[in-house]
């Protein structure tokens, strides 16, 4: 799944819509599904985290616009 | 009145290519699991070959013929990625479709309490002129139909716990107001089908999708449910598509069931035709890849069955 962890948001996106087409559809054979859904799980995992690091940028965004930060973690350099 | 296996050589002669996740070994497991000495009393009958005319209640002639047309003289043909055929694939077929048409017979005559019917190829996707997912005919939509037509029963339900959606049994029996189906299944999941909005003609059809990595506490609600809508129905015979790929260990699926989920499967199915129907079911095997989970997933239904039919 090393091809997928390259992948940037929008491509996986894009690869995970045609798994969920694939899937729908009935175009893929029975013994290949499982594997199909595999890679359907490992897109999903991929985007959500690509979210969450973009999640995370944006709360130290907000944090430093806000003024003094409040937890244990300075943020700086931004 | 007693519990009853019915099984045929011919099951072990319907082949596929080495490595081919529906194979003889299956049956073999199976069998091989009923073997213990918690099976001594259970009957052991031979699964007849049933006319070539049994599969006109669902199938038009061209579609046998195609399937005939298609046996190759050696070897094996393939009618789809995963659906091939080998020289003796149709009796193979035939004996399935005999084993639970016989089955239906010997229960509806009051000679057996329920049974299992262990024959492959297996026949829930099988669709009016398509074979696919293994399958080549819908043999429990044929015994289905049967039941009503030939037995003059006033319904019947068909109840699918295979990890795939039956979408051949819900095909043939989409329009058939006095056959109730229900099936649970991952999904997405081959073959697409079997959404909770798939609702049949006249509302008789029940689809119960499963998330991935989900097990019992998931699915046991919802067949609870299920069965209860099924008992209003009042079938007259329950027909039972027991596939065993939703367990853990399946290597074509991805819920996880255990041999405790299908022992209340079992259960619960057993208790909605003792309420309405004498205790009449009649399971045949559909899936189930992984030989070890197939096997002690099996012989716990069948235990069940046996508990009931004592």
Same mark, same amino acid.
């Given at each position: ?14 690869? !995970? ?12 054979? !029975? ?18 985290? !690509? ?11 907000? !944090? ?15 | 009145?007693?519990? /009853? ?7 072990? #002669? ?11 070994? @299956? ?17 052991? #009958?031979?699964?007849?070959? /049933? ?14 013929? @195609? ?103 819900? /095909? ?107 205790? @009449? ?30």
């Amino acid at each position: 799944m090393s091809e997928i962890a390259a992948m940037s948001f929008e491509e996986a996106m894009a690869a !995970l819509e045609q798994v969920v087409r694939d899937l729908e559809q009935g175009t893929v054979s !029975l013994d290949q599904s499982i594997t199909l859904y595999e890679r359907g799980a490992a897109l999903k995992a991929h985007c959500e985290a !690509l979210l969450k690091a973009a999640e995370e940028r944006v709360e130290k965004i907000t !944090l430093g616009e806000g003024g003094a930060p409040t937890g244990a973690t300075t943020v700086t350099g931004l | 009145m007693t519990t /009853a296996v019915f099984t045929h050589a011919s099951a072990l #002669q319907h082949l596929a290519p080495p490595g081919h996740a529906e194979r003889g070994a @299956r049956i073999e497991a199976v069998m091989q699991a009923l073997q213990a000495p918690a099976f001594a009393t259970l009957a052991r #009958q031979v699964a007849p070959r /049933a006319a070539e005319a049994e599969m006109l209640r669902c199938h038009p002639r061209r579609h046998l013929a @195609r399937v005939h047309a298609a046996l190759p003289r050696d070897g094996w043909a393939m009618l789809d990625p995963d659906t091939y055929v080998s020289p003796l694939s149709l009796d193979a077929a035939l004996h399935a479709i005999g084993g639970v048409n016989a089955a239906v017979d010997a229960v509806l005559a009051g000679q057996l309490h329920n049974a299992f019917v262990a024959m492959r190829p297996p026949g829930h996707h099988a669709e009016t002129e398509r074979a696919m997912g293994f399958c080549l005919f819908g043999t429990v939509a044929i015994a289905a139909r049967r039941a009503l037509d030939h037995h003059g029963l006033a319904r019947v339900a068909v109840l699918d716990f295979d990890v795939h959606h039956g979408n051949g049994t819900q /095909a043939l029996l989409w329009d058939e107001p006095l056959a109730m189906f229900v099936s649970s299944h991952q999904m997405p999941l081959y073959p697409g089908s079997g959404a909770a909005a798939e609702i049949g003609a006249h509302g008789q059809i029940i689809n119960l999708p499963l998330p991935a990595g989900s097990g019992g506490a998931a699915m046991r609600p919802l067949w609870q449910a299920a069965l209860a809508r099924v008992r209003a129905f009042a079938p007259e015979l329950l027909l039972v598509s027991a596939g065993f790929d939703a367990h853990r260990a399946d290597p074509l699926a991805g819920l996880n069931w255990d041999a405790g989920d299908y022992r209340w499967l079992t259960r619960a199915i057993c208790d909605l035709a003792d309420a309405c129907c004498g205790g @009449r079911v009649v399971s045949t095997l559909e899936g189930g890849y992984d030989l070890s989970a197939l096997a002690t997933s099996a012989a716990a239904h069948v235990a069940v069955l046996m508990e009931r039919g004592r």
